[in-house]
């Protein structure tokens, strides 16, 4: 079976001896990661505000 990377889109066969599936290189795998840090990947949701105290927090004062 083959899939493709998700970054450049090259077909990679899911085994063991692709160490980076499923993404074809390590170089890849960094951009995608880059991605998340950068935020340009999200998973949908409800916004969350850091900055007011969490529930369990208000209970303890």
Request: net charge negative; charged share 35%.
């Amino acid at each position: 079976m083959t899939v493709s990377c998700p970054n450049c889109g090259a077909e990679v066969p899911w085994t063991d001896a692709s160490e980076y599936r499923p993404f074809c290189s390590k170089r890849c795998r960094l951009i995608d990661l880059g991605q998340w840090f950068e935020e340009s990947h999200r998973i949908p949701g409800e916004p969350v505000d850091l900055e007011s105290p969490d529930e369990t927090e208000r209970d303890q004062d």
